[in-house]
């Protein structure tokens, strides 16, 4: 009998589960990345919408239309209600456009905090392949409107206001989806490092949305949204045609085999919540027990926190409130330095390609070519916050060291990346993973840890931490008048406050040496 070729081998050296797995894995990691991809066309796009125009300048018609030539060739500062000039869009083309294109991020992100509070109430309520294909379908829609507006020359703010804050709302059906979905195919074995390479997501949809934004963006910036609203929308069809909710729905397993350690810490758990779901008392707990249980930056269980169905059965989730996710140990903590993290990282986001071409005076295709090495130095930040949190077991302890360290990166990013483009390339890649490393570490597997056993898309303190990212770019706008530097030092602040959050999980973990302690070997130089 002939040996199977190669490929054969490989392919059949999986089981059935394990393919199914991988392929839940890709499919939300492309879900989401495409919902990223939708949301970074705006960020390139306002290099064309504003640009800056001296005094006496005689700019070029954006338009060949005979009868607007002459008007065109007035100077700027005389031309007030002109719309067909080269110096921007109205009405971005004024003097206070920071202010305007502030407004439009802030009204999406708004609508994004306040939209993902609800998503949970109404998500939990809805098949997840609908729901999601839902958004994605509204996302792309509203995204390539805002660039309907180049075709139909709309110069209205509220038009391109409302097309945010629409967008925004719908945008929130992404997240809660797919982490419900990826939280019932995985277990918690490996956690920080599947969720630190499946979170590099975010930075891989940057990455694309600058990529095609920017392809578009000195011809014709409508196409930067209506592409990338059409590539959401496709990937919705695929969502609705691909998606399997859950693995008992086609007979798999639903969790990964998990490391002993990790296997003795959840039943120590479950043996606790089950304890006190039956009212039993129990004496002290053993200090092994509550190194355990904090372990993944949590204090030993109260009653309040408690939401479970005893017995063998691991499928009973329970939806659990606002008020009941701010009770659980560690959620405050962590919500409040997301907070200020995502003020960081949306800020980055929003307003670093129009940085690149204030600073290094580039157009804005090459600027957000260029930005898009802040989200590859995030894809590796993220993995490696993964993996370090994994090795040592210390969450929080991991977060505070890379923002400890990301404040001083980001003041000698303000520093030299005037003095050129080799220097900002340097210090692209380095901020990006130490800026994005603690806010994928927080959104994937921390969340995931604090809430283990709820059902995901519950109401959680989204709202709290979401605002940051709707007041970065807020504040950013605001800022950047009076000069780049201040909106730098406005980024270091945050940074401080979200570490300072953190020192009382960091004290936990450090004072409880936990099992990990005295077996795991120091992490190796590469």
């Known amino acids: 009998m002939a040996r199977l070729p190669a490929g054969i081998r490989l392919i059949i050296s999986f089981s059935r589960d394990q393919w199914y797995r991988a392929f839940i894995f890709m499919l939300t990691f492309l879900l989401y990345a495409s919902f990223h991809l939708s949301r970074k066309p705006i960020s390139i796009v306002k290099g064309e919408l504003h640009k800056q125009c001296a005094a006496g300048d005689e700019p070029e018609p954006r338009f ?18 002109e719309t067909e000039i080269d110096c921007g869009w109205a009405p971005f083309d004024k003097s206070n456009y920071q202010q305007l294109l502030g407004a439009l ?38 995204t390539a409107l805002f660039g309907l507006g180049y075709f139909y020359n709309i110069h209205s703010l509220g038009f391109y206001v409302v097309t945010q804050i629409i967008n925004g709302l719908v945008q929130t059906t992404g997240w809660p989806s797919v982490v419900t979905c990826l939280s019932n195919w995985f ?81 120590n758990r479950f043996r606790l919540q089950k304890q006190t779901a039956h009212g039993e008392k129990s004496g002290p707990l053993d200090p092994e027990l509550q190194c355990l249980l904090l372990s993944d930056g949590k204090s030993p269980l109260h009653p309040s926190h408690v939401v479970v169905i005893p017995g063998d059965s691991s499928s009973g989730m329970a ?19 997301l907070l200020f993290a995502k003020l960081v990282s949306y800020t980055f986001l929003f307003w670093l390609p129009l940085y690149i071409t204030s600073v290094d005076h580039l157009d804005a295709k090459k600027a957000g070519e260029l930005s898009t090495l802040f989200d590859v130095g995030g894809i590796f930040g993220g993995i490696l916050a993964g993996v370090v949190s994994d090795r040592l077991e210390k969450r929080a302890s991991t977060c505070g060291l890379m923002l400890l360290l990301a404040a001083p990166t980001l003041y000698v990013f303000s520093s030299v990346s005037r003095m050129g483009l080799e220097a900002t390339v340097a210090m692209l890649l380095l901020s990006g993973a130490l800026v994005s490393g603690p806010y994928a570490l927080i959104t994937t597997a921390v969340s995931a840890d604090l809430v283990s056993g709820h059902h995901a898309l519950s109401p959680s303190p989204a709202l709290v931490s979401l605002s940051g990212a709707a007041l970065g770019p ?8 009076s000069g780049w530097s201040n909106v730098f030092y406005m980024l270091m602040f945050a940074d401080a406050c979200a570490l300072l959050f953190l020192i ?8 409880c040496p936990g099992p990990a302690a005295g077996n795991q070997a120091p992490l190796k130089e590469h």
């Open 187 to 267: 277990g918690k074995g490996r956690r920080g490092l599947i969720m630190g390479i499946w979170n590099s997501h975010t930075s891989v949809g940057n990455i694309l949305g600058s990529l095609i934004a920017g392809y578009w963006v000195s011809t014709c910036w409508g196409l930067s949204f209506i592409v990338p609203g059409a590539i959401v929308a496709a990937m919705g069809i695929v969502c609705f045609l691909f998606l399997i909710e859950h693995p008992k729905d086609i007979r798999c397993s639903s969790t990964l085999p998990t490391h002993p350690r990790v296997s003795e810490n959840s039943i």
């Open 474 to 481: 807020l504040l950013a706008g605001l800022i950047s008048p």
């Open 319 to 337: 939806a659990i409130s606002f008020t009941g996710a701010l009770r659980i140990p560690g959620v405050i903590e962590f919500s409040l330095c």
């Open 105 to 142: 991020d802030y009204s999406f992100l708004c609508a994004y905090a306040i939209g993902m509070y609800l998503s949970g109430i109404i998500g939990e309520r809805l098949p997840i392949r609908y729901y999601l294909t839902f958004g994605m379908l509204a996302s792309g829609a509203f």
């Open 64 to 81: 060949s239309d005979p009868s607007s030539s002459t008007k065109n060739r007035i100077p700027h500062q005389l031309q007030d209600n």
């Open 504 to 511: 009382r999980l960091i004290h936990k973990e450090l004072s």
